[in-house]
């Protein structure tokens, strides 16, 4: 298939349309060529998703001074514009890239005004759109630098519509020699299950990884609480070449007879189940060459009964060779998960000496706001990790493993299990309210298993802690390696585990029933902080400093009827993000945030300066040196002008 390229008419107006996609406008930055240590060549700022820039131009003695240095409004670029955006940019070679709306623009900017350089739209096939599981901006591209000795490589995204797709990150046109005129329909060869299509079924938000030459790609689905079948396609993990796109491997989370793991899936429910890929993003270690898996939940996420055994490689943390797509070495974090607690984010990789040793770690932060800790290379936990009994369930049909791995240390970074204690206490009135909320449910330990709504006990369903979307979650940590300091931003929300019957909606037995935990309108059930920041030294596994990730809310004093003075700090119903420097720990509120940006010393957790936003943080912050001046990016939405990309930065000297 041939392609057509767009050009610059006398009215500033473009108009091409590609197989793979429309390409508007190009242009070459003027800024320096840079992938040394100001760059931010990856979404988590390096291959181990540390979130850690050596740049320390900014610092304590300055950061107050940090202001607005541009605005780019991203509505006007997209005829799909979204109001919240988890985009992070990328800076390479003297530009930066986002994805942008509900078609996925991929947009360079040049760095030190956010003047768009180009933009390129995939050009979907509706039925593509409709109803894909993932419509929308993406959470940023990926970067492979080509063959060396000054070559630009590729800008690398996943469409809406499950493509991948190489640009020029220069002109940001596709590349013709990669896949079919820059794109590999990522369909194409995808493991099926009977009567389930793709189309629909399957996407993405995560960037690929680039691992060396070789572009790993994950997937994500329909959010699986109410599934409408127990039949669902399964999250194959593929790897493709990097100048070609061809296809290199294939990992099959969900094993094939004979594959290790098989033996996991009881009752041939290998043979239907889906899921159980990597939605989030992933890590690669060059060192190592080893390619790391956050693999999520099977179908579905509160109910396993037509899957029973422990489900490997489901909710599990898999290390694979990143050249043949081997296994190496996994860990099923949970056994058997049913509730919605698979893994969210990045597994951190960094060189530590814990206990006075040099080790080399790979960091998984879970929803259920555990830290596990393993030598990446072997995948020997760091400290024990012990099988514990828990709690099981009663669910006619379901199947719950009788041990779940709990680590040793470090403790856990937010609160576990649900108990009376946990009850929002901030006034009597309050208190009150949420006891008699609670007495309607089940409630216990952590692993507490889903109960059904209106069962033979007549309660609702089970509360739990931390809620099905975490603890953490895909806003991942920030580790310093120079320190060894982790920091992790969580929160704490309950969530109601209850079932009702499928019906004429699912031909599953059981799914989630909705349900709400809140006991005023904004008021969450359990007793703040209602997110929080922790700080862990890996070197010993110790928690250093804990606190609210921001202020009181005014609608809650407003509610319960005090003055705000007299409340505690409660932090936000959000999780932060945040970004980690050779000087400093910057976080924003997050998407429930305020819109309030804060720089904290490393050390302690004091806030340093605190720098307003025109909305909330809602991307992740990164930064990068351009032409000799640091700045800190984010995307910022929610608020009257939608989504932004804002650029912090020091008053230029006079």
């Not at 005829?79 to 988890?86: G, L, N, W, Y």
């Not at 493709?240 to 041939?268: C, Q, Y």
């Not at 080790?359 to 030598?375: E, G, S």
Request: proline share 9%.
């Amino acid at each position: 298939m041939g392609c057509s390229w767009a050009r610059w008419s006398s009215s500033g107006t473009l108009a091409a349309v590609l197989v793979a996609g429309t390409f508007l406008g190009s242009g070459a930055s003027q800024g320096q060529t840079t992938t040394g240590e100001g760059a931010w060549p990856v979404y988590g700022g390096d291959a181990g998703h540390t979130r850690y820039s050596p740049v320390a131009q900014i610092h304590p003695g300055n950061v107050a001074e940090l202001s607005l240095a541009w605005r780019l409004p991203v509505g006007p670029l997209t005829d799909r514009p979204e109001v919240r955006s988890q985009t992070t940019p990328l800076y390479v070679n003297g530009r930066l890239f986002i994805t942008a709306g509900f078609n996925r623009q991929v947009v360079a900017l040049e760095p030190s005004s956010g003047e768009v350089l180009w933009q390129w739209a995939p050009n979907e096939a509706p039925e593509r759109l409709d109803d894909a599981p993932r419509v929308n901006s993406g959470r940023g591209v990926a970067w492979w630098g080509g063959d060396g000795a000054g070559a630009e490589g590729h800008i690398l995204t996943v469409t809406p519509g499950y493509r991948l797709a190489a640009l020029d990150p220069v002109t940001g046109r596709p590349i013709p020699d990669f896949g079919e005129g820059g794109v590999v329909d990522l369909m194409e060869g995808h493991r099926v299950r009977d009567g389930v299509p793709l189309i629909g079924t399957i996407g993405a938000s995560a960037p690929p990884l680039v691992a060396g030459d070789v572009i790993v790609v994950g997937s994500a689905h329909h959010v699986g609480m109410r599934p409408p079948s127990r039949a669902n396609t399964p999250g194959d993990v593929r790897g493709f070449d990097a100048r070609t796109g061809e296809l290199l491997w294939t990992f099959n989370p969900i094993p094939e007879p004979g594959e290790v793991g098989h033996e996991s899936w009881l009752d041939d429910a290998w043979r239907f189940t889906g899921n159980s890929g990597v939605w989030t993003t992933m890590s690669y270690d060059p060192e190592t060459g080893l390619v790391f898996l956050p693999t999520e939940a099977a179908t579905g996420d509160y109910y396993g009964g037509h899957r029973p055994g422990a489900n490997l490689f489901s909710s599990s943390l898999v290390a694979l060779d990143a050249r043949s797509g081997e296994r190496r070495w996994h860990f099923q974090i949970i056994h058997h998960d049913i509730w919605d607690w698979d893994n969210p984010t990045a597994p951190i990789l960094a060189d530590v000496r814990v206990d006075g040793r040099p080790r080399k770690i790979a960091v998984q932060l879970t929803k259920q706001a555990f830290a596990y800790t393993f030598d990446r290379v072997t995948g020997e936990p760091i400290w024990p990790i012990r099988e514990r009994a828990v709690p099981q369930t009663d669910v006619p049909g379901e199947w719950t493993s009788p041990t779940q791995p709990i680590p040793t240390r470090p403790a856990p970074y937010d609160r576990q299990g649900f108990g009376e204690e946990d009850l929002i206490a901030l006034t009597p009135e309050v208190h009150e309210r949420a006891r008699r909320f609670a007495e309607r449910y089940r409630f216990g330990g952590l692993f507490t298993p889903p109960s059904l709504k209106e069962g033979p006990d007549s309660t609702l369903g089970t509360l739990s802690l931390p809620s099905s979307i975490g603890g953490a979650n895909w806003e991942g940590g920030a580790l310093d390696p120079e320190t060894g300091m982790l920091y992790v931003p969580s929160m704490t929300s309950a969530s109601v585990l209850a079932l009702e019957p499928g019906g004429e909606f699912s031909d599953m037995d059981w799914i989630a029933a909705r349900s709400a935990t809140s006991v005023l309108p904004g008021i969450p059930v359990v007793q703040p902080p209602w997110g929080r920041i922790t700080a862990i030294d890996l070197t010993t596994g110790d928690h250093r400093w804990q606190m609210a990730n921001g202020d009181t809310p005014p609608h809650v004093a407003e509610r319960l009827g005090v003055p705000l003075e007299e409340l505690p700090r409660t932090g936000k119903v959000s999780r932060a993000g945040l970004l980690v420097t050779a000087t400093l720990l910057f976080a924003g509120e997050g998407m429930s945030g305020a819109p309030i940006f804060r720089a904290h010393d490393k050390a302690t957790g004091e806030i340093l300066a605190e720098i307003p936003l025109a909305s909330a943080q809602v991307g992740l912050p990164m930064t990068y040196l351009h032409q000799g001046r640091q700045y800190v990016a984010m995307a910022v939405g929610g608020g009257d002008s939608g989504v932004e990309i804002v650029a912090l930065a020091l008053p230029r000297e006079r």
